[in-house]
């Protein structure tokens, strides 16, 4: 076991993550499809729903913008942007360790390529290795391309829909089940209801506000509240 | 002309935030408390954002939205 082998290669490790990522392919495939509906819906040309998929490639950001896209100034929504993809900090400060050896190369593209999605197998994996030196870049990226070319076939599948749907089908529904099934198996403590539920209540309270300065004074007020009520045992 | 702006201003602060700590780390830490509160973030950020806008481009399909007052 101790003695050192040779390390698998890179094009092992990445058809190892590329199945490694297999099973999260198929739930970010209809969020792909919802998202490039829902940005003609929002009156966003087919060719900027596709490059924002290849550009910012955040769902969640990008599912944001398409509400936000008429009514909001410009760098409000940059700013939503932003906070919404905050996490991604966490993500970056918590895989820098594993790839510190690496090539100034390998840690732009593989940055790029940091989902939540991607993000949740990596770590996984790297932390399964007892020397983070030993973490291959390979597994990385066949799991983040994995990722991304079901990304951009998903939005390209939806956009293509979405030029095609009769203009008075409601995604309203659609769009409240996704987001409904993505956050609340993540509610998994007092501090995570916490913020949702105070944000929701904001959110509602503050609907009048304009610029949709209510969302984010919703997710600041929840946030404040998640940190408060989670710290107590 | 909008959408490529925030296309691109968007996706510049999503990179580098994705790339910041990979490049920066050396010795530093995220403190515990921005860690908790930033692990908030998306409950924060997606029920409340829920449905919404759009259905005003639609006419008649207001149905089943909480946030229509907006």
Known sequence: MAEPTAPPSLRAEFWRGVRAEFPLLIGVAPFGMIYGVLALAAGIPASAAQAMSAVVFAGSAQLITTQLYTATPLLLTVLTIFVVNLRHLLYSASLAPYLQKLRPGWKFLLAYLLTDEAYAVVIADYQRNEHPQAASPGFFLGAGLALWATWQASTAVGVFLGANLPQNWSLDFTLALTFIAIIVPTLKDRGLLAAAVVASLVAILSAGLPYKLGLLLAALLGILSGTWLGEEK | ?70
């Open chain 2, 1 to 70: 002309m909008k959408i490529w702006l925030i296309l691109l201003l968007g996706g510049l602060a999503t990179y580098l935030t994705r790339l910041s700590m990979i490049l920066l780390f050396t010795h530093w830490q995220i403190p515990p408390w921005l860690g908790r509160a930033l692990r908030l973030v998306p409950a924060a950020v997606f029920p409340p954002s829920s449905p919404k806008r759009f259905s005003s481009k639609m006419a008649g399909s207001t149905f089943l939205s909480i946030t229509n007052a907006s």
